[in-house]
């Protein structure tokens, strides 16, 4: 996508290596935290039914500035300091 000049955004770290502008990744150390979490309430005798299906809270926002400088992209200073930079 970065030879081709477009912005891409991606969903895992591994789009970023290959070129992805912006990645929304999951933050997999505290998905893995809510799992124990609910696998314990269910060892503790919660229904899996009676359980809410949850989401990713805060995922991790990664530029990629190889990228971003080829596209010749500005992201905001206040995007920027809650970001990981990566290649």
Same mark, same amino acid.
């Given at each position: 996508?970065?030879a &081709?000049? =477009?912005p891409?955004?991606g969903a895992?770290k *591994?789009?970023m290596?290959? +070129? &992805?502008l912006?990645?929304?990744?999951?933050?997999?150390y &505290?998905?893995?935290?809510?799992? &124990?979490?609910?696998?314990?309430r269910?060892?503790?005798?919660?229904?899996?039914?009676?359980m809410r299906?949850?989401?990713?809270?805060e995922?991790i926002?990664m =530029?990629n500035e190889?990228?971003?400088?080829a596209l010749? =992209?500005? =992201?905001p200073? +206040?995007?920027? *300091?809650n970001?990981?930079?990566?290649?």
């Amino acid at each position: 996508m970065r030879a &081709a000049k =477009i912005p891409s955004i991606g969903a895992q770290k *591994k789009f970023m290596g290959n +070129g &992805a502008l912006l990645g929304v990744i999951p933050d997999y150390y &505290a998905l893995g935290q809510e799992v &124990a979490m609910m696998v314990h309430r269910h060892r503790t005798g919660e229904a899996l039914g009676d359980m809410r299906i949850g989401t990713v809270k805060e995922p991790i926002l990664m =530029i990629n500035e190889t990228t971003r400088q080829a596209l010749d =992209i500005t =992201i905001p200073k +206040g995007l920027v *300091k809650n970001t990981v930079v990566v290649y």
